[in-house]
């Protein structure tokens, strides 16, 4: 019988985007998106690999989680 409680939230591939509710500093409206990282150590010994980052968007502005 397989513990159900161990295996819980393990079906989602992937990070979950960051509540930007209060991200923006007061702009509207403020959304999660993915952007890539800047690891260029990381692209030599893995070329398929590209790293993305969560970041909150307000217009053209970027914003930390």
């Not at 800047?38 to 053209?60: F, I, M, S």
């Amino acid at each position: 019988m397989v513990n159900q409680e161990a295996y819980k939230g393990l079906s989602t591939l992937g990070s979950k985007p960051p509540n930007c509710k209060h991200g923006c500093g007061g702009c509207v409206p403020c959304e999660a998106i993915q952007v890539p990282t800047t690891n260029d150590h990381l692209r030599v010994q893995y070329t398929n690999y590209e790293p993305e980052g969560w970041k909150c968007k307000c217009g053209a502005s970027l914003f930390s989680p």
